[in-house]
């Protein structure tokens, strides 16, 4: 198993970044996707969730901001992340989830975005 997130930038507050997360050795449309996010000293936090029906979820401080998706041809999940704040500044990851726990332990290098003014 194999995911490798990208999209990684430095972007203005209020502005917007895609992040991509390429997944191998599974398929994601048989699986729940989460966008996880981590800062130094943090534990990783689940912000984002697809679930193999379609029903997203969102953690509260990126309600509305962010919106997670999938391109199943490309076995590939998104995150559109919109009017973005210095605290959304992470180190960003996806994963398979099983419950609301990450299924595998590869989590791959993640994706930094930073956003300063």
């Known amino acids: 198993v194999q995911l490798q997130a990208s999209g990684r930038g430095l972007v203005h507050p209020g502005g917007s970044l895609r992040l991509s997360c390429a997944a191998s050795g599974f398929i994601i449309i048989f699986n729940d996707m989460g966008w996880y996010r981590q800062v130094p000293g943090k534990q990783r936090e689940l912000v984002a969730t697809?679930?193999?029906?379609?029903?997203?979820n969102y953690v509260d401080s990126v309600k509305g901001r962010f919106t997670i998706s999938r391109d199943n041809a490309k076995n590939t999940v998104y995150l559109q992340m919109n009017t973005l704040k210095p605290e959304d500044t992470a180190v960003y990851y996806c994963?398979?989830?099983?419950?609301?726990?990450?299924?595998?332990?590869?989590w791959g290098q993640g994706t930094l975005v930073t956003v300063s003014s």
């Open positions: 697809l679930s193999s029906n379609g029903i997203t």
């Open positions: 994963n398979a989830l099983s419950g609301r726990v990450p299924k595998y332990n590869n």
